[in-house]
Nanobody, 124 residues
Framework: QVQLVESGGGLVQAGGSLRLSCAAS????????MGWFRQAPGMVREFVAT????????NYAGSVKGRFTISRDNAKNTVYLQMNSLKPEDTAVYYC?????????????????WGQGTQVTVSS
């Protein structure tokens, strides 16, 4: 079993930056691919970014490519999402997720473990 705890959300003005962290429990973290998803009010949960087990491969949603960066530190059992040039449309609850497969995936159904989410609000 893996438990995921997100942190780092908050309120920021448009154009600003935030860094989200996701701390994972369990000794198998380094073998899992990780992902970030987000859900705005009244919307479906959508893929944001994913990183493979080693950190050597990443993939992003088109809406965040060039602005967001996903990374991981396997020694700390932590995955990060650096968000720059934030826009009001980035406002959502952001969720960290883990999949037992080691390769990147943007499919919600591929993920086995989910965090509780952290709120990100971008004001205009």
């Amino acid at each position: 079993q893996v438990q995921l705890v997100e942190s780092g959300g908050g309120l920021v003005q448009a154009g600003g930056s935030l860094r989200l962290s996701c701390a994972a429990s369990g000794r198998t973290f380094s073998s899992y691919a990780m992902g970030w998803f987000r859900q705005a009010p009244g919307m479906v949960r959508e893929f944001v970014a994913t990183i493979n087990w080693s950190g050597g491969s990443t993939n992003y949603a088109g809406s965040v490519k060039g602005r967001f960066t996903i990374s991981r530190d396997n020694a700390k059992n932590t995955v990060y999402l650096q968000m720059n040039s934030l826009k009001p449309e980035d406002t959502a609850v952001y969720y960290c997720a883990a999949t037992t497969q080691g390769r990147t995936t943007g499919w919600h159904s591929d993920y086995h473990y989910w965090g509780q989410g952290t709120q990100v609000t971008v004001s205009s």
